[in-house]
């Protein structure tokens, strides 16, 4: 009777855990992917950048030919410039936007709980003299002063997995918690 109904809904919990636990694998997996294509093309547009290069400098006989292996500092620039746009599409991939700003960038970083969007969060990051926090509206029980010690000098990618996952762990709670309600 009872207990065979209690037993029979908590297989089925475990099962939905088991598959939500698959479905954030994939997910995982996917954002890894997206990032990873994003590398290459990166990648892709670096080499043909250099072929350009050489291409034109070997069309201009007259003019002084510069070592093809040391790109000009304009295509090194701009290199630069896709680089960091390249980033910032592969952030806004996993929930995490950015815009570049006179003084640095700004992060925004978007939350979800079981595709339901909740909140977003803004980080303002200097970028001079050394990487800094500027601005934030993180809530203060997140411990920001402690993943920035440890990664934010060092990986400023992980610094934003680990900062979206303390976020998403809050709200997807908080959410839970007004869902019973």
């Not at 969007?117 to 500027?134: F, Q, T, W």
Request: proline residues 3%.
């Amino acid at each position: 009777g009872v207990f065979s109904h209690l037993e029979m809904l908590e297989a089925q919990a475990h099962e939905a855990a088991v598959k939500e636990e698959e479905k954030k694998q994939q997910e995982e997996k996917l954002a890894r992917l997206k990032a990873r294509v994003q590398e290459l093309r990166l990648q892709r547009d670096e080499l043909q950048a250099k072929v350009d290069l050489q291409q034109k400098g070997q069309h201009e006989k007259g003019a002084v030919l510069s070592d093809p292996a040391q790109p000009s500092a304009q295509a090194a620039l701009e290199w630069k410039i896709r680089s960091v746009q390249a980033m910032l599409q592969m952030f806004y991939l996993t929930g995490i936007s950015g815009k570049l700003t006179k003084k640095g960038v700004c992060f925004c970083i978007s939350t979800a709980f079981e595709g339901t969007y909740l909140d977003s969060y803004y980080l303002e990051l200097l970028m001079k003299p050394e990487v800094r926090i500027h601005h934030h509206s993180i809530p203060t029980f997140i411990p920001l002063e402690q993943i920035t010690k440890k990664y934010l000098e060092t990986d400023i990618r992980r610094f934003l997995a680990v900062l979206s996952d303390h976020l998403n762990a809050y709200v997807g709670r908080r959410y839970q918690a007004e869902q019973l309600q």
